[in-house]
Nanobody
Framework: QARLVESGGGSVQAGGSLRLSCAVS????????LGWWRQGSSKQREGVGD???????RYADAVKGRFTISRDSANDIVYLQMENLKPEDTAMYHC??????????????????WGQGTKVTVSS
């Protein structure tokens, strides 16, 4: 059974950096889209970005130029490197997979498997 486990969350000051990891296990095909989405105090789901099997990456406008998604295919881990963090980045960050990335907002619409989330808090 496929499973995602996020890690790397924490508390940082504005301008700081964090790297989140999403470890994927049990995905039989080895081909999948992995996306990151977040849920802050508004409780709305906000797409962050996604990466497909071929390495194509998309980012939501709010994080472009600050966040970087990368994939360690050998170990089935996807990273979300977050730089120049802002208080508005405070949220629970989740990774999710599906067989392909979905059109529209990067990181959203992936329904196959979700991780439990990792908390990121950015103070001003």
């Amino acid at each position: 059974q496929a499973r995602l486990v996020e890690s790397g969350g924490g508390s940082v000051q504005a301008g700081g950096s964090l790297r989140l990891s999403c470890a994927v296990s049990g995905y039989y095909s080895g081909r999948y889209c992995l996306g990151w989405w977040r849920q802050g105090s508004s409780k709305q789901r906000e797409g962050v970005g996604d990466i497909d099997t071929d390495g194509k990456v998309r980012y939501a406008d709010a994080v472009k130029g600050r966040f970087t998604i990368s994939r360690d295919s050998a170990n089935d881990i996807v990273y979300l490197q977050m730089e120049n963090l802002k208080p508005e980045d405070t949220a629970m960050y989740h990774c999710a997979t599906d067989h392909e990335c979905k059109p529209g907002i990067p990181g959203l619409g992936l329904l196959d498997v979700w991780g439990q989330g990792t908390k990121v808090t950015v103070s001003s």
